[in-house]
Structure formats: C-alpha cells, structure tokens
C-alpha cells in the first residue's frame, strides 16, 4: 500500500492506477501485461522475448499445454477439436454438478423431493438440471469419437501407446461418472438400471465369496437402500471425479511430451515429426489456439443451453419402489449394448467378456506394432473397426425393449393409459369428470373435455396394439405366424409385436367410496378359430383414483404430452 502511494505522489493517480493494474495483470497471466494481452487479440507480433511463452512456462493453468503447435494440426482435420471439448465438458460438468449437490440430499427419505424441489422451486433449477444431465450424455459422445479419431488416424502407434491407455482409462471413468448419477434421482429409471447392473456385477466369473463382497461394497448392504444412494453418490461427486482428474493430467502431459500427431500421410512411415515443428509451420497457442478453442467453446456452450431450453428434458419418473418393477427396464443408451447381449447369452459369459474387452483395448497398441499409419496399409484395422462399430449399433437395438422383449398387448396399453403408479392423461382427468359409467375408446363425452381427450388417447393406444381379421378400417391386417405349439400368433406393425384381435375396450368407473373412484380396463378379443366369438383377455386391470390427489398436477409438469 506504501508503495501504491508513493507511486501515486510521483505519477498521479491516474497513470499510477495504470501502473499497478499491469502489475496486477502480469501475476495473473504468468508474464502478460495489459499491452501485450491487446496486441495478442489484435493479432500483432509479439514483443521479443515472446511474453505469450511465460505462461506456459511460469503459469498454473497452462503448463499442460504446448506453446505452440504444428500447424497441421490447428486445422479442423486430423484433431477436430474433440480433446479440448472432453476437457470443456468435464468442467462443464462439475460446474453445473457443484450448483445441483447445493439443493441435494443423498438419502432416499429426501432425495426425490430434492429433485422436485430443484424442478419447481430453484430458480432455473430445471435448466440447470437439464445443463447437467444433456452435459453427461454429449461428455460421452465427445470422448468416445476422440478414441475413435485416434484409432482412424493412428494416433496410437508408437510412441503414444501409453497415451492411449489413458484415455482408454479417461473413456470407462466418463460411462462410469455418467452412470453413477443416473441413481442419484431416485426413481424408477435410476433404481432399476442399477437393479440390473448390480445383478450383472453378482454373475461376475469369480468365486461367490469375491462377488458377494463385490456387491456388498456397491449395493452398501442386503438391498439397495440408504447406504447404496450414499456411495453411489461418493463415487459420482468424490471419487471417481479425483481419479478422472489425475489421469486427465497424465493424458495431457504425455500430450505435450509426444506432441499432437500430425496427419497420417504427412510423415513418412516409422517417423513422428510432430514435437519438430519448424518455425515456418508453428502456431503459437497464443492467440490463435486459445482463440479458437474459446471459439468451440462457445458454440458447445450455445448448444447445450438451447438444447436445455428448448429441445430436450431431463426425465424424472415416479418416486423408487423396490416393489413395482417398471415394464420395460433399460440401461442408459451407453450400455445398452450389454444389456442386448444379456438377451442372447448366458450372464456370466457377457460379464466376463466385458473385462477382457477392455483389456484387449488397452493392450491393443502394444501387439499392433505396424509402423505405418497410413489408411491405405491399415485396411485390415479400420475394416475391423468398422465391422466393430456396426456391431455395437446392432447391440444397441437389441438392448431396445423393442427386441425379444414383449409384453402381452392389452398390458401394454394398460401400462400406457392407467400405469401401476405415476401421472397418466386419464389420471390427470378432473375428480368431477369422472362420472360412474363404462367409456369406449375414442367416445366424446359433452362437458368432460379432460376425459374426452384421455379417451382419445385410450383409442390411439388400442390402435397401436391391435389388427384385425375382419376388415376394421381402424386397424391394420393381422400378420399370422403358426407356431411350434400349433398356436397361432397374431401380430402388427414393423416390430412385429403380437397384438389383439379386433379388440372391444371399455373403461369403467365406479365409486368405490365417498371421494374414491375405481377405474376398470376391460379387454375382450375376437376368437379366430371360432368366428363370432369372443375371448376375454383381462377385466382385473384396477387403479384408484381420489378426489385429493395431485396427478393432475404431476402430469402437467412431468409429461407435457397430458
């Protein structure tokens, strides 16, 4: 302070506040005064010595990254830019994950109002809700078309084999952040993905004694509860971001000390010129990297806020119930592809095969040992990959419910229409329209709008899960497959789903008691053996409503579709 004075007796104040903001300025930046940071944005020459090198040298921030570039690699091709945007989006995702674990509890009595709370009552809690969830998905995208750029260019070859490990590492820690807060909500979606991915870890091929305590240690007891939510939760915001955060460092350090590797024709073969850069072909991270890496960033940014607004919300199903297992369980669309696996083989050979595929990826640079990193002499490898890719395409859709997974046609629309549990546009309908009497599909009732568009959507539900032998305008034909048994099987639609057979549907409300309404699905089909008879599939298919209760509300906001 003396010193600011005594500089303001000499200069004034004025030019001794100029003075101390460049000093001020300098700390900051590692070496950049005022002067130098305007020059660098209006893309004038350095002053010498190169000021823009000091903080790469003398910075916190940006000693992991090089001073300057080869410029082959500053274009769009062969980086596209994909390992800055892994790195934007973690801290994306520990920002907006830091502003959600303010307003969250991990218990299971509170963690689902904590959501509801965050939704309704936190000012742009939805959005940020949204940010962080839209934020874990693109995070996965990123970092997986980064490994597969790698691969394509042959960024792994030697000697960059450790390199790839890491972000081989970097990969399984981003599907495993992601998946460790998809429980975090505590609802249906999130407890029953973790059912099943539990119930994976416990067919593991090893000794019982190893998978028990293996599963004791992620469930956190006998049953998924309390303590499973809490470590879930430790491992999403504690220790998995720690380890991702080390080995982030080693990726970016092996970065610098190998140099991004230039493209594949521009070396020739068993040669890595990329950290000898000529003076001729640098680039120098400041200003024109750090510019368009800004640059990225703000379109990244731009999207994801958008895409939070206006395109895409995050899902919150009904509250967790160990009890009610939801129809169509499945795992996030990251790792469908095990659980299509799941469908076809036995448990225990696709958990243990899952290790040994990450270990053949990890291993993978060591025993390929081609010096050449042209696409033309690594036909075999990229054939390969892309035969790989498209098998994983394929095992997504049979992670689908739509594949082998087929419920009986009247429960489905059951599910649809009046579901076990949660909001439905017929639960949503107004207490006082819900007048005792049976209702067909697709009726318009005079003075009961709500109910007249639940109908509406009763009949598009039964339209979808049905076909028709008899020539129903409403309906398509029925697709017969004669089965083994002998039995018949009916069937519609692309998917080839088995539906009923020129269906009659009713909904019938009765007053079970004062301000309690029992609602009733009856389903009655067509018997093709015997024409003009009818077979009933399900009169049992029973939900209660109250004259209380807020699903008018829920399906408001969690369904925009009632």
Known sequence: MTTFVDQVKELGIKQAVIVKTDDVVERLTAGLNVNDIRAA????????????LRPHADGFWLHIRPSFYHTEVTNIYPTFRMGWLSTFMFVWETITGIILMVFYTPSPLIAYSNMW???????????????????AEVMVVVVALHMLRTFVTGSYKKPRQFTWATGMLLLILTLLLSFSGYLLPWDQ????ALTVFLSGAESAPAPPVINQNILLILQGGPALG???????YLFHVLLMPLILGIFFFVHYYKVVLHGLSLPPGRE???????????????TYFIPDLMTSELMWTALLTLFLIAGSLWLWDAPLETHADPIVTPLHVVAPWYLSWSQGWLKLADKTLVVGFIPLLMVAFFVMPYFEVGKSRRYASRRLGLSVSMLFIAFMLVSN????????????????????????????????????QLTPGAYLPGQIIPGAPHLTAALEGYE????????TISGDPRLQPCRVETLESGEKRYSVGIDNKTAMVDPYTELRIKEAQEGLVEMVLFYEVADPDNPGEFLILSDEWVRWVHRDANYAEECTFVNKSC
């Not at 979606?189 to 029953?192: D, F, G, H």
């Not at 598009?460 to 076909?467: F, G, L, P, Q, Y």
Request: aromatic share 6%; charged share 30%.
């Open 397 to 432: 859709w049979m992670g689908t419910p739509e594949f082998r997974v087929e419920s009986s046609p009247d429960r489905e629309v059951s599910i649809e229409i009046l579901p076990e549990e949660g909001p439905s546009a017929l639960k949503a309908v107004p207490f006082e």
């Open 41 to 52: 944005l209006r893309g004038d020459d350095p002053r010498r010595p190169n000021p823009r």
């Open 117 to 135: 709370n965050i939704l309704s009552n936190v000012p742009m809690g939805q959005l940020f809700r949204n940010m962080h969830r839209l934020g």
């Open 460 to 467: 598009e539900a039964i339209v979808r899960h049905s076909c």
């Open 268 to 282: 020739e073969i068993g040669e890595d010129t990329a950290k000898r850069a000529p003076r001729n072909e640098r």
């Open 189 to 192: 979606l999130a407890y029953w």
């Open 226 to 232: 309390a303590n499973g939510l809490l470590r879930w």
